[in-house]
Every structure is written in C-alpha cells, then in structure tokens.
C-alpha cells in the first residue's frame, strides 16, 4: 500500500500561483512513476502532468506546458506541482496518484493509488 495526502492547495487570483505538494508513505515512493490529476465540477478526472520514477521524465497536458512545472523529492518521499499563471479554469480539485506501470502515465485507468485531493480555485 501507498499512502498519499495532497497539500498546498487555496484560492488564488488567476496570474497567480500555487504550489502543491504530495507526501508519499508506505512502499518504495521511488518505485512509482508519479502523476497529478485533476477534477472540475460537473467534468471527468482529467491528466495534468506525470513525472517517471528517478524523475528524469515528464510529460504534461498541452494546457499546462509553461505554467505548471512537477517535480520530486525520492530522499523526502515527495512530489510536488508547482503552477504559474494560473487561470479561472484550472480550477479543480487535485489529486495525486502513483502507478508502478511505465505505459500510459496520463491515463487514470493505470494508477495504482490515488490521494484525497486539494481544492485549487483560481478566481477571475
């Protein structure tokens, strides 16, 4: 078992930023590749940004490119988003997951496990 609890998330004007953080505990975190997703009232979850186990990989959802940077901490046992610039319609709740599979990192089919959520609103 993996457990992860999201922290960071708030309300922010939209050009502003938060960072959002993942803390990992149970099994070997640096046998997981890493993912953040992302859910709005009313829409399916939907692929943010995954990083790969040594974190020398990412991948990111056109709409975030530039903005949103992940990244991780293997010693800490953390992964982390931080967003830039946001927009009113990154608003969502935001949820962490970790898949021990390499395939299809922005599909939520994969993950193995999944965290709580943080609530990020970005007003306009």
């Known amino acids: 078992q993996v457990q992860l609890v999201e922290s960071g998330g708030g309300l922010v004007q939209a050009g502003g930023s938060l960072r959002l953080s993942c803390a990992a505990s149970?099994?070997?975190?640096?046998?997981?590749?890493m993912g953040w997703f992302r859910q709005a009232p009313g829409k399916e979850r939907e692929f943010v940004t995954a990083?790969?186990?040594?974190?020398?990989?990412?991948y990111y959802t056109n709409s975030v490119k530039g903005r949103f940077t992940i990244s991780r901490d293997n010693a800490k046992n953390t992964v982390s988003l931080q967003m830039n610039s946001l927009k009113p319609e990154d608003t969502a709740v935001y949820y962490c997951?970790?898949?021990?599979?390499?395939?299809?990192?922005?599909?939520?089919?994969?993950?193995?496990?999944w965290g709580q959520g943080t609530q990020v609103t970005v007003s306009s």
């Open positions: 997951a970790a898949r021990s599979g390499d395939r299809h990192l922005d599909s939520t089919a994969g993950y193995d496990y």
């Open positions: 149970g099994r070997t975190f640096s046998n997981y590749n």
């Open positions: 990083i790969s186990r040594n974190g020398g990989t990412t």
